[in-house]
Nanobody
């Protein structure tokens, strides 16, 4: 089973940037899709950005498109999320996750529904102050 470990979170002022990293123990069938999710206190977990590891196709939540960029280094088995122009509303615990391309009849790497994602890291905290 793949192990995922996030790093790179921190506290920044609005307008700042961070680069989040996720180290995967292995790439295989269950990592055909990899993504970043976040959960703020009192809110549901939401998809931020995801990628199809085979094709490089990417998906972004409307709230972060143009400010966040997901990328993958297969040789290093690492997933990245460059987060720019941060806003206080981006404050959350950010998780790395992975899934097979098809899961419970859902065949896509779109991260809109976290329930289809089966491997999760423990998260890295991002705090943005105004």
């Amino acid at each position: 089973q793949v192990q995922l470990a996030e790093s790179g979170g921190g506290s920044v002022q609005a307008g700042g940037s961070l680069r989040l990293s996720c180290a995967a123990s292995m790439f295989y069938y269950d990592t055909n899709c990899m993504g970043w999710f976040r959960q703020a206190p009192g809110k549901e977990r939401e998809g931020v950005a995801s990628i199809t590891t085979g094709t490089g196709a990417t998906y972004y939540a409307d709230s972060v498109r143009g400010r966040f960029a997901i990328s993958l280094d297969k040789a290093e088995k690492k997933l990245y999320l460059q987060v720019d122009d941060l806003e206080p509303e981006d404050t959350a615990l950010y998780y790395c996750a992975a899934k097979p391309y098809c899961r419970d009849g859902f065949c896509s790497c779109d991260g809109a529904n976290p329930r289809f994602w089966i491997h999760w890291g423990k998260g890295t905290q991002v705090t943005v102050s105004s």
